[in-house]
């Protein structure tokens, strides 16, 4: 009996174990239930909120969406068809059953065993239920029972309109596109309520797989898809016959077979992608943890000023198709030259003499054959290739062959880029990284393409040459043919462009002419250590990468022979105008959160940086700086290579008066004419400009050089950002410099004799000149006589004039009277400043001048 009841024991035991495994699971199912029923997150979207982009003047700039375009709509504002074609193809009895059918999951489990396709499994509500709850990438049968679970208490709450709505604004389209009314805008450039049957067909085609049945991969592929649920809502009665065919009809006669499946972000509104995808890059390496760029909702207030991207990417745009038209023409021009000249020269030869590799006939056709091919037949079998969906000539032929085109683009078309730069706050004002920004091309060349600058790099060591006192402006220089030797003995012969010498000349003269032979005289006098220490110092190149970017000791450096990118030297050119004190450049002021929080500010950190580097700051004086920046002036308005580019900055003030704004800068072009620079500034901006191929190894031609295409660019620009502004000088220190008067032909003190020939140059005090010209010494009586009338005025504390009656003055202290006494500093400091029209009434002037 005892023995007995020991199987009722154990019965009875596992029973309760079971009820009370039963009834935990039962109860923790029902408050599942119920807080599913009490909550409404289901239908409170978090929607990514994208970060914005504003420009110096608060203006949207664009949005960072990343793939999760998402745009919400009502599911009464949709049209009928597009409910349709949805529950066509993917669930014929949506509103007849109560979240899942046994029919439809036996028909999934056993083309699963059989590995057959019987159709999927899931129902719209379990689909959307899994997007919201679960991993729909885990292919197991824990996620498919939880899929089950949700999709059965997401019917008891919710209507089945609801549930569609749900869906419809939820689940993935393709094209980095969530929602049907984003994804309608992507593929059809409007919005859901306009959606035809034949694209709404389409669109639920997409479910399945956006990318096997992309219509701009795959036109062919989705339009036999689309054929087929298109004759479903036919059979189905939902749209008839005529109906289908027709908007199928239209769908396809006006679809653009050229278009490429390009993300939605990519084709986001942006009115300066390349500055955009610069801070995207910044942000990227600011911004950590949870927080995302694209769904964080920050603002972002940049550097850019909007008005001035516009006029960058217009000049931009337009020189760069004139330098390609230009450089086709004279390619084409030569190259039918050479063939028409020396073809039958060398097929003579290679007869007379049988060498049959001095043919180039043949190659002439060959490449006649591959442009033709490439330009002409290519583009026809692509277009075919995707009309008739024959995959496999495509991607054999026609994807080949636009890799080969594709790399012989980047050696024949010519590219260009420019960034322009506040001088004294170093903000990106403008930015363009190349011709076209696409998925393609988005290689930003003001910030990473590493170039020869050319002569543009003089300026950067005639500042050391100023500085060390053995130079001055009025420095003469022999230019004429010279071998310069190297430590090892190697003798380096340099060119001047076009092959032309001039004889003796002064600095001034060879910067803003860009002598290369009196540059490396200049060179040779500093050493090269002195101005490759100088450079990087303005470039802000660390000495890590000196040796990589071609910052070696030699001659060659001294005719720009190294490494830097145009934002560089931007900062170079923008430190000349600044007083010589650093410039970083800048794109991100301030980010924040999407409560209006400041989580971020680069630009109070630099600024707090800058401050904690005191004098060090700056990079060179303020007094080699306000030199340099007189200096290149005249490469604008005196004759230099940017001559044509002096009259784009003349302007008038509101009533009428002519005024010209101060411009400074250099051009450059570099060895074999491969690249065209032109660097420039105001008291505003400073900004870099460049031309040339991405692959290098071709030449511009000569009709394509700094100053002849780079240098109109920058002009252009200039002239039209500077337009509105304020005139404005730059800023001359209170000591340390000296303008004077000399002969232009030897660098002395002028004599009367001297007649026209007088250059008016700046000078580091104390090294001004002080000898007279010995040129033109014949009749040096009204020179002492002048003298002396400075000296005078000078005992009586005036500062002396610059010109009397147009002729120039200059004191020269080896003939002062033995009696001068030079003005102390508190008589300096009075009449320092005085204008020169006091002159006129020193009493003794008409005794002088006589």
């Known amino acids: 009996m005892k023995y007995r009841k020991i199987p009722l024991i154990i019965f009875l035991f596992f029973t309760l174990f079971f009820c009370v495994i039963f009834g935990a699971g039962l109860g923790f199912a029902v408050s599942g239930t119920e807080n599913l029923k009490r909550s409404e997150f289901i239908t409170e979207f978090e929607t990514a909120l994208p970060t914005k982009l504003l420009d110096i003047n608060g203006e949207v700039i664009t949005e960072f969406v990343s793939d999760e375009k998402r745009e919400i709509i009502a599911f009464n504002n949709l049209p009928q068809h597009m409910i349709d074609a949805l529950i066509t193809r993917e669930d014929r009895i949506f509103y007849s059953h109560s979240g899942f059918t046994v029919k439809a999951v036996l028909r999934a489990v056993v083309g699963k065993v059989t590995g057959q396709p019987l159709g999927g499994g899931s129902t719209l509500t379990q689909q959307i239920a899994g997007t919201l709850y679960c991993d729909r990438t885990e292919m197991s049968i824990k996620r498919k029972l939880s899929e089950l679970w949700y999709a059965i208490q997401m019917e008891r709450r919710y209507s089945k309109n609801e549930i569609l709505e749900l869906y419809l604004n939820k689940i993935y389209f393709g094209g980095g596109t969530y929602g049907v009314n984003a994804a309608s805008k992507y593929y059809f450039g409007h919005g859901a309520t306009e959606i035809t049957p034949a694209e709404a067909a389409l669109l639920v085609i997409q479910l399945s797989n956006p990318a096997y049945y992309n219509p701009f991969d795959h036109p062919n592929r989705a339009k036999n898809r689309q054929s087929d649920v298109l004759t479903s809502m036919v059979g189905f009665n939902y749209i008839t016959q005529e109906e289908a065919d027709q908007s199928f009809e239209d769908y396809w006669a006006g679809f653009d077979y050229t278009r490429t499946s390009s993300s939605a972000y990519l084709m986001r509104d942006d009115k300066a992608p390349w500055f955009s995808e610069y801070v995207r890059r910044e942000l990227a390496t600011m911004i950590y943890g949870s927080d995302d760029i694209y769904t964080s909702g920050f603002t972002v207030n940049t550097t850019l000023d909007l008005s001035h991207q516009a006029v960058a990417q217009k000049v931009m745009d337009k020189y760069i198709a004139e330098a390609n038209d230009r450089y086709q023409k004279e390619h084409t021009s030569r190259s039918n030259l050479a063939f028409s000249t020396y073809i039958p020269m060398t097929e003579m030869l290679a007869l007379m003499f049988n060498i049959p590799e001095m043919k180039v006939s043949a190659q002439r056709t060959e490449s006649v054959a591959k442009s033709e091919y490439m330009n002409t037949i290519n583009p026809v079998i692509d277009l075919v290739s995707m009309m008739t969906g024959a995959e496999n000539l495509k991607l054999n032929i026609v994807n080949k062959a636009n890799a080969l085109s594709k790399q012989e683009n980047e050696k024949t078309t010519i590219e260009g880029t420019m960034i322009s730069l506040g001088v004294d706050t170093g903000y990106i004002d403008a930015l363009v990284g190349g011709s076209k920004f696409d998925s393609e091309n988005q290689f930003i060349r003001a910030i990473q393409a590493k170039v020869q600058p050319g002569s543009t790099f003089k300026p950067l060591y005639y500042s050391a040459a100023i500085d060390s006192g053995k130079f001055t402006p009025t420095t003469m220089i022999s230019d004429t043919p010279v071998v310069f030797y190297t430590a090892d003995g190697t003798p380096y012969i340099p060119q001047n462009f076009l092959g032309e010498w001039e004889g003796n000349v002064q600095v001034w003269y060879a910067l803003i002419h860009s002598m290369n032979v009196p540059s490396l005289k200049v060179l040779d006098g500093i050493g090269f250590e002195a101005a490759i220490t100088r450079a990087t110092a303005l470039l802000g190149i660390p000495k890590t990468e000196t040796q990589a970017r071609a910052f070696v000791p030699g001659y060659p450096i001294g005719l720009g022979v190294c490494s830097v990118r145009p934002i560089e030297m931007a900062r170079a050119y923008a430190i000349f105008a600044n007083g010589g004190k650093e410039v ?97 500034f105001s008291p505003y901006y400073a900004a870099a400009f460049w031309f040339g191929f991405d692959k290098p190894g071709q030449s511009l031609g000569l009709n394509i050089t700094g100053s002849t295409l780079a240098g109109h660019a920058w002009g252009d620009y200039f002239s039209e950002i500077h337009s509105t502004l304020p005139l404005k000088q730059f800023q001359q220190p209170q000591t340390g410099v000296i303008k004077a008067t000399v002969c232009s032909e030897s660098g002395g003190l002028p004599t009367e004799d001297c007649g026209t020939h007088l250059t008016t140059q700046w000078f580091l005090e104390g090294t001004q000149p002080t000898q007279l010209c010995p040129i033109h010494s014949n009749n040096t009586g009204s020179t002492i006589a002048y003298i002396r009338l400075q000296n005078e005025m000078y005992k009586s504390g005036y500062r002396f004039a610059q010109t009397i009656d147009d002729t120039p003055l200059t004191l020269n202290l080896d003939f002062l009277d033995s009696d001068y006494v030079a003005p102390s500093q508190e008589e300096e400091d009075t009449y320092t400043g005085r204008d020169s029209s006091i002159v006129q009434d020193y009493p003794d002037y008409n005794t002088w001048m006589e």
């Open 584 to 680: 970083t450049p800048i794109a991100i002021r301030t980010v924040e959160d999407k409560n209006g929080n400041v989580i971020l500010n680069p630009e109070l950190d630099l600024r707090r940086e800058q401050a904690a580097k005191g004098e060090k700051i700056q990079v060179i004086t303020p007094q080699t700086s306000f030199v340099m920046t007189e200096l290149l002036k005249q490469t604008v308005n005196h004759g230099g290579t940017l001559w044509r580019q002096a009259k784009k900055f003349n302007y008038r003030n509101e009533k009428g008066k002519l005024y010209t704004f101060p411009m400074g800068g250099k051009t450059g072009t570099t060895q074999n004419w491969a690249d065209a620079w032109t660097c420039g």
